[in-house]
């Protein structure tokens, strides 16, 4: 798979000594946009978080654009090009929206300029003086993707960007998602939502327990009611 | 009742006292914010900036030499203890951190006081300083004064550093989550040793700039080392602007309680912050929840 | 008790009998031993409250000044005649100083907790030097400290005097050493490991925590009144920061937990101090030179001398304890079932089978604008298996936290069998009867399976706090027999005596489980108990849960379905913060509302 922008391969995660993911193997190909899909405790964020290097595998190998990046430092990893937009979204309390922005792109090689990032999020140029603390849930994971953006970051992994956000501000972030793929950024998405996530997504994954359970289309997934069931719902 | 006049010149010296106070205190806390790390060898940095100006100050006479010297001295205090053994306790338990940055405190002061002897040292007020100067009725010593307002440069100089930097940035972030910052592409394990070498010239300053007007001997940093402590309880466990107004408070509460009567003057500092810590465990501008 | 256990202080014994006789030899004088002697009374003391309860207070100096300043007063001041009562008021005066300073420290952990002993020792220095000193001599401390009469002897300066430092050490050595192994001990160091679980466990933390403070105050006014005796004179840099500062780096250097460690510290600091200080070029260096090691000690996480010797003792013996034990094997746990009653219970049970167990009304949790949990009411049948599920964010473990008290509503009230048990905090509700095994393992990592076990029985044994010194914290029967059977239950009989930090992940999750069902509890709240077990552990802990359910209710928060659907009776769903459903597992998996809520369809049918 020369293609693949980001190759994960037969990793094993621990939190302390519980074993998290079993060999999950996954590829994310350049501009594509990827899903990856399952119940609380499967292992999605985990997943995320061992590509970003905040937590190193065990066994497996994961590499960016053919170059290894298991066992790197996450600093070192986001100077790749990979930026991981957590689920708790940690943005920085006590700075001001600008200055959260202004944090992400320091290390940047080839940071947006503000004005850039504010015509793709208007509603954060208005917001630019206030504290992230100040925030909606809304705008602080518009801001929390925004750090990524004006980091131009080559491969978004997004945790689950929609979760505790009312239906219109979900509609706003799915059409934001779509735009950034459509520019052709490469996304992971981890979402529980999974109407909204196929709505957007190339390929899914589906994780059970720690173990790549399906892989495959979103219309392939949407039209196997029995296997949605079993593996997402109740 | 005292008089006016003394209660006007107390409230001077409190100013002076809490600049200073504020000053080491700062130290203290950006170290406490950003690494988690309560620094034991505070008081002992401050000690030893203190004999940086002195051996400077004996051997050129420039006081702005020696503060230049001493600074870049500093520094590199501050860089190898973060390198040698600071870095290797983030991760251990604060009761450890304690233990080693007290141990390390110990290294210092016995290492002064094996190569300089226990004897007290003077260092000379720099002749801009000499004199006293006049203030409507009341008369000042004129480095006293002049210290006020240096130090006050300073504390600005440290908000600049902390409110209008990158690097100022980054350690305002770190405070709050260090590991995000990582993420972030930062690497955070630099900027904690900015950080640390920060706080230990800011520590050093003060021993530096204070020199001429305290009896420069190894032990003068331990009790600077507690009433620092108390500041940052008053001020609010990691928060710089609770660290210069717990500074100015404390320096206020130990000089105006000596004008009605001396022998009260530190055990009123202590006794404000049991109060507070009753009242209002998380200081002045403390969150909620830091321990 | 058995005679084995005996032999430190039989080797103590031994050594201050000779030690007069034999260490003259080698640079150590009477005075020197007494002084050593006196250093070692605070340490037993600090020991207590440092090696024992993790708690490190730069503050005995205070304790130590206090108790020596008012013996001293008495004396010299011909207020009391007789030094044996004015040792006893300084040792009381110290501890009440202790209680007063630990009231307002041991609200504050970690270096908070430094910081305020700190600045306490700090204060009282100061009181002691200026406004106290028309009574305690100020800088000249009080001279003319007479010397004890016992009987028609008079205990003069040299060996008489210390004889009597010998045989206090030892008393205080035996009560120490009887403290550290009875249950009160096993609550110190269980709040040493971790202070949440002890607390959720049972035990009222502050209370250990005050208790062992003003322990250690006792020891530091004794010792404090002894040195006036020693010397004839109390000095005031008994009160001195130097003085906290030296107890610490004696402990560290003699070896920390170990009681006798920081004696063996005061012993190397005080003879070097003693003997080096005549020589040139090294007189100055020896500070030095121990501020090196001590710094050494620290970052090489050495156990300093005693530490090292006991290690040497017992290492041999616990590693071929544990190569005796039988790897677990992978293919599923071994699971005797069928979990007997246990002989502690909590008080609080059900008084009519249609009374709800556990009831929750009208339970809300907001943090600022966010709405956690919001106005969920639902209500458990004793003896149920009652499952709580949701996606992610729905609410389920600050649910959790507020049933088990862990955290306080914002509004409605839990009650337990009819007793509304809002605002009681989690220790206390634990002492009613209802126990929580975590979602993240919140184990006591150095304590052994037994030991983790016991600490929640002698919970419901003992009451939130008591102060049972004396005896042995594995001599109450029917503690042991909860134990046994407890740990039987959660199949970790065989791994009993192994420190928990070694057992594999699924062993420890079963351990979680032990620890809530030996608090005797009547109501379990389950915080996904199957979470990152392997299939064959899923397996068995579902039968283990079965178990334990007969004889108690249980309430579980699980996301493995399968699990939930066999377990549970009733399932109530919560999504985002509020209830979405309540009913049986058939009855929950026809909703259409929950399957939507799982998938995220909801936000499709709602009107934009």
Not at chain 2, 151 to 179: H, K, N, Q
Not at chain 3, 158 to 178: D, E, K, N, Q, T
Not at chain 3, 184 to 210: D, E, T
Request: overall charge neutral; aromatic content about 8%; proline content about 5%.
């Amino acid at each position: 798979m020369s293609t693949s922008l980001l190759e994960v391969e037969a990793i094993n995660s621990f939190y302390g000594d519980s074993h998290i993911l079993f060999d999950v193997s996954l590829t994310v190909g350049r501009n594509e946009v990827v899903a990856l899909l399952g119940r609380n405790g499967a292992g999605k964020t985990t997943t995320l978080r061992s590509i970003m290097g905040l937590v190193t595998p065990r066994s497996g190998s994961i590499r960016l654009d053919g170059r290894a990046i298991s066992g790197l430092p996450p600093f070192e990893i986001a100077r790749l090009g990979l930026q991981l937009v957590p689920e708790e979204r940690a943005i920085f309390g006590q700075l001001t929206v600008e200055e959260n922005l202004r944090l992400a792109a320091l290390t940047a090689p080839q940071a947006w300029t503000l004005d850039r990032i504010y015509e793709f999020f208007p509603r954060l140029r208005e917001r630019r003086r206030s504290g992230g603390r100040q925030l909606s849930g809304g705008e602080q994971q518009m801001l929390a993707i925004a750090r990524a953006l004006i980091r131009d970051a080559q491969v978004i992994l997004l945790d689950e960007p929609f979760e505790g956000l009312a239906p219109l501000i979900v509609r706003d972030l799915v059409r934001i998602s779509r735009d950034l793929a459509a520019q052709g950024r490469t996304i992971l998405v981890v979402e529980q939502n999974v109407v909204a996530a196929l709505s957007f997504a190339d390929r899914v994954y589906v994780l059970n327990n720690g173990h790549v359970a399906w892989e495959g289309t979103p219309a392939a997934l949407r039209g196997d009611p029995a296997l949605m069931k079993a593996h997402l719902g109740v | 009742m005292p008089s006016t006049a003394l209660l006007l010149s107390q409230a001077f010296n409190g100013l002076a006292l809490g600049t200073l106070l504020a000053l080491v205190a700062s130290g203290l806390t950006i170290i406490l914010g950003t690494l988690g790390v309560l620094n034991f060898a505070h008081g002992a940095l401050f000690m030893l900036g203190a004999y940086a100006m002195y051996v400077v100050m004996a051997h050129t006479g420039s006081w702005l030499l020696g503060l230049l010297a001493g600074g870049v001295f500093m520094l590199v205090v501050g860089v190898a203890l973060e390198r040698v053994l600071v870095r290797l306790f983030y991760q251990r338990p604060h009761e450890d951190q304690i233990l080693v940055t007290f141990g390390a405190g110990i290294v210092i002061v016995e290492a002064v006081r094996a190569y300089f002897g226990g004897n007290t040292k003077s260092v000379p007020t720099p002749s801009w300083g000499q004199g006293i100067v006049r203030l409507g009725f009341l008369f000042y010593p004129t480095y006293r004064l002049e210290l006020i307002g240096i130090v006050a440069a300073l504390l600005f100089a440290l908000y600049l550093v902390l409110y209008r930097t990158s690097i100022g940035l980054v350690v305002r972030a770190g405070i709050e989550d260090a590991r995000m910052v990582g993420v972030l592409g930062i690497n955070v394990r630099r900027a904690f040793l900015a950080v640390f070498a920060l706080g230990v010239l800011a520590a050093g300053a003060a021993g530096m700039l204070y020199a001429p007007i305290v009896s420069v001997q190894p032990d003068m940093g331990g009790s600077f080392l507690v009433e620092a402590f108390v500041v940052i309880v008053i001020g609010g466990l990691g928060s710089y602007p609770g660290a210069v107004v717990g500074g100015l408070i404390a320096g206020e509460i130990v000089s105006l309680t000596s004008a009605f009567n001396t022998a009260y003057s530190e055990v009123m500092l202590y006794a404000v912050m049991a109060l507070l810590l009753v009242l209002r465990p998380q200081g002045l501008f403390g969150s909620e929840g830091r321990v | 008790m058995k005679l084995g256990r005996l032999v430190p202080e039989a080797v103590l014994t031994a050594v201050l009998l000779a030690a007069p006789f034999v260490l003259v030899h080698v640079g150590f004088s009477y005075d020197l031993l007494e002084r050593i002697l006196d250093w070692g009374l605070i340490g037993l003391g600090f020991d207590l409250l440092f090696g024992a309860a993790g708690l490190l207070s730069f503050g005995q100096a205070a304790f130590y000044g206090t108790g020596g300043f008012v013996a001293a007063w008495l004396l010299v001041g011909h207020h009391l005649a007789s030094v044996w009562l004015a040792l006893a008021a300084g040792t009381l005066a110290a501890g009440l100083v202790g209680l007063g300073v630990g009231a307002l420290a041991v609200r504050r952990i970690g270096i908070y907790f430094t910081m305020i002993t700190l600045a306490f020792c700090e204060m009282g220095f100061f009181l002691e030097n200026s406004p106290l000193s028309a009574y305690t001599g100020g800088e000249n401390g009080l001279p003319g400290v007479p010397v004890p009469q016992l009987g028609p002897w008079r205990l003069t300066s040299g060996l008489p005097i210390y004889w009597l430092l010998a045989v206090l050490f030892l008393a205080g050595f035996v009560l120490a050493r009887r403290i550290r192994h009875s249950p009160f001990g096993a609550v110190l160091a269980a709040i040493k490991g971790n202070a949440a679980r002890a607390g959720q466990a049972g035990h009222s933390v502050p209370g250990y925590k005050l208790a062992v403070f003003v322990i250690a105050a006792l020891y530091a006014g004794l010792a404090g009144g002894l040195l006036g005796v020693i010397q004839s004179y109390m000095p005031p840099d008994a009160f001195s920061l130097d003085t906290s500062g030296q107890l610490v780096v004696q402990t560290i250097i003699g070896g920390v937990g170990t009681l006798i460690g920081p004696m063996v510290g005061a012993t190397v600091w005080l003879w070097l101090r003693d003997n080096l200080q005549m020589i040139p070029h090294v007189g100055a260096l020896w500070k030095l030179i121990l501020g090196l090691i001590f710094v050494v000690l620290v970052v090489a996480l050495k156990r300093g001398i005693a530490g090292e010797l006991r290690h040497l003792f017992t290492h041999r013996r616990r590693a071929a304890a544990e190569a005796g034990v039988p790897e677990e094997s992978t293919d599923g746990a071994p699971m005797p079932l069928a979990a007997p009653d246990l002989p502690l219970r909590a008080p609080l049970v059900a008084t009519r089978a249609d009374a709800p167990a556990l009831r929750a009304i009208g339970v809300s949790k907001f943090y600022g604008g966010l709405h956690a949990v919001e106005d969920v009411s639902f209500q458990v049948r004793p003896g149920a298996i009652h499952a709580v599920i949701g996606p992610n964010g729905a609410g389920k473990s600050t649910l959790f936290k507020m049933l088990s008290e862990e955290i306080a509503p914002t509004a409605g009230r839990v009650e337990l069998f009819g007793r509304p048990i809002t605002g009681l905090g989690v220790t206390r509700a634990t002492q009613l009867g209802i126990g929580k095994s975590n979602q993240l393992n919140q184990l006591f990592l150095d304590l052994s399976v037994t030991e983790n076990i016991r600490l929640a029985a002698l919970a419901r044994a003992r009451g939130r706090f008591r102060t049972d010194l004396w005896r042995g914290a594995d001599s109450i029967p029917a503690v042991e027999r909860q134990v046994a059977l407890a740990t039987a239950t959660v199949g970790l009989t065989h791994r009993a005596a192994v420190p928990v930090q070694v057992l594999p992940y699924g062993e420890k999750r079963r351990l979680e489980i032990g620890i809530a069902l030996a608090t005797g509890a009547n109501v379990l709240l389950l915080d996904e108990p199957l979470a990152g077990m392997s299939p064959a552990e899923r397996v068995a802990t579902r039968a283990l849960v079965r178990e334990i359910a007969r004889g108690r209710t249980v309430l579980i928060v699980e996301h493995d379905m399968d699990a939930i659907f066999e377990l549970a009776e009733c399932i109530t769903v919560l999504y985002e913060g509020r209830k979405l459903a309540e009913g049986t597992p058939e009855e929950i998996q026809r909703n259409q509302a929950v399957q939507d809520a799982y998938l995220g369809g909801l936000h499709e049918h709602e009107p934009a």
